[in-house]
């Protein structure tokens, strides 16, 4: 099975500052990678997916990159709605794999 | 609107079985594979299992392969699945959810969840 190890396990931005969140996987998976949000209470929501395209309705400033084993989920300009837990989930083989999640809080 | 509604969680004995529901609306369900995720209590997402737009094809990690059986109903817009010999660890929220695109890797709609609770 294919590992996906998200650092960090959690952090604080104040508004306005650019967040990133990194998730590795254990062997290549060729940008077969999605980034989702979770808030408490809520079910996740698809924000990218193919490691960079941003599902429809997704603000601009979450955008996401990487390649071969490392990817990356940006948050530009911090919002008070951006608040709560990021996973990534590797689309390349099955077992489908998701990452264990980053808390992401206003500081 | 896509909608995805479970039903059928609750209390259940470990060894004991139980069937969730997913009502869709809102979109072609023949046309999508769908899957099954699930949370246990604070923790993270684990896939649980996938089906092809026909039912032809299954996919499930070891954790459940054997015990989980998901199926779904074309004409009938639903999606089911079917948990035998359950475990305390299955204690769980299980979403439905619709897999992106076709075949689609990722999940794009998502359920509101049902939880399953998995005790004597």
């Known amino acids: 099975d294919i590992q996906m190890t998200q650092s960090p396990a959690s952090l604080s931005a104040s508004l306005g500052e650019t967040v990133s969140i990194e998730c590795l996987a254990s062997e290549g998976i060729s940008n077969s990678l999605a980034w989702y949000q979770q808030k408490p209470g809520k079910s996740p929501q698809l924000l990218i997916y193919g490691a960079s395209s941003l599902q429809d309705g997704v603000p601009s400033r979450f955008s996401g990159s990487g390649s071969g084993t490392q990817y990356s989920l940006k948050i530009s300009g911090m919002q008070p709605e951006d608040e709560g837990v990021y996973y990534c989930?590797?689309?390349?083989?099955?077992?489908?794999?998701f990452g264990s999640g980053t808390k992401l809080e206003i500081k | 609107e896509v909608q995805l509604v479970e039903s059928g969680g609750g209390l259940v004995q470990p060894g004991r079985s139980l069937k969730l529901s997913c009502a869709a609306s809102?979109?072609?369900?023949?046309?999508?594979?769908m899957a099954w995720v699930r949370q246990a209590p604070k923790k993270g997402l684990e896939w649980v299992a996938t089906i092809s737009t026909s039912g032809s094809r299954t996919y499930y990690p070891d954790s459940v392969k054997g015990r989980f059986t998901i199926s779904r109903d074309n004409a009938k817009s639903s999606l089911y699945l079917q948990m035998n010999s359950l475990k305390s660890e299955d204690t769980a929220t299980y979403y439905c959810?619709?897999?992106?695109?076709?075949?689609?890797?990722?999940?794009?709609?998502w359920g509101q969840g049902v939880m399953v609770t998995v005790s004597s």
């Open positions: 809102g979109f072609t369900f023949s046309n999508y594979y």
């Open positions: 989930q590797q689309g390349y083989k099955y077992p489908l794999t």
């Open positions: 959810a619709r897999h992106r695109g076709y075949p689609g890797y990722y999940f794009d709609y």
